[in-house]
């Protein structure tokens, strides 16, 4: 697990201090290995950052990076990030990780945030495909299964980016699921499971559903949860 700011990682620490199988990095996570000023916006326990060249002298670190000089991460199967905008430029600075372990990757797509980091998304969803990703499955901000498609439809997923580009609709952002193509098998045995009658007989949510996979299977899984 990987958190940059003091604050959230005591939470971190208290949370995972009965595990013994889980190791926390004090970092923040980007696409370039970096140091500079950034502007931090903390808001309702969240917190962010832009690339305005404002505020704290921050250093940014790239997963690629720390794999090789701290952790192997070649064999991770799942990657979370939650990072309220810097999701992509995390995957971006975790391309050779991505490349080579081809982990289902779990992130937060917020237009307006993203906008706020001079990213466009398409560029990274287009790397993403260069490296065997697929099938997407689309969450709103509730945890609900919206939609699934094949990202090489980019039509359709310019419409999902043009729904949250103001944050006008009936929920401000996404949470998408990629699967590599070699993970075939769980996206479908995923949206198998994820029918209505399932959902009211076994009362659990997507991320349990698919830890069932994983988990069964003895897979390392990667979780980065701020900037």
Do not use: H
């Not at 326990?45 to 790239?62: A, F, M, P, Q």
């Not at 982990?103 to 065997?132: A, C, H, Q, W």
């Not at 997407?136 to 580009?165: C, H, K, P, T």
């Not at 949206?191 to 009658?197: A, K, M, V």
């Amino acid at each position: 697990c990987f958190e940059g700011d003091e604050e959230f990682l005591k939470y971190f620490y208290a949370n995972t201090s009965s595990m013994n199988n889980v190791v926390l990095f004090k970092t923040f996570l980007g696409d370039i290995d970096s140091s500079n000023n950034f502007n931090v916006i903390k808001d309702n326990g969240t917190l962010r950052i832009t690339s305005e060249n404002i505020g704290s002298n921050i250093s940014i670190n790239t997963l690629d990076n720390i794999s090789e000089s701290n952790l192997d991460l070649y064999n991770i199967k799942f990657l979370k990030t939650d990072t309220d905008g810097y999701d992509f430029k995390i995957l971006k600075g975790a391309k050779k990780i991505i490349k080579i372990a081809k982990p289902i990757l779990f992130f937060e797509y917020d237009r307006v945030f993203l906008n706020g980091n001079n990213d466009d998304g398409f560029s990274t969803i287009e790397m993403l495909k260069e490296f065997g990703y697929k099938n997407a499955i689309v969450y709103d901000n509730y945890g609900r299964l919206l939609v699934s498609f094949d990202i090489n439809n980019a039509l359709f997923l310019e419409q999902l980016d043009l729904y949250i580009y103001d944050k006008k609709g009936a929920f401000p952002y996404y949470d998408i699921c990629l699967f590599n193509e070699i993970d075939d098998s769980i996206f479908e045995k995923v949206i198998s499971e994820y029918s209505y009658n399932w959902i009211i007989s076994q009362k659990i949510d997507f991320l349990k559903s698919l830890f069932f996979v994983y988990i069964y299977e003895n897979c390392r899984v990667l979780i980065i949860k701020t900037i």
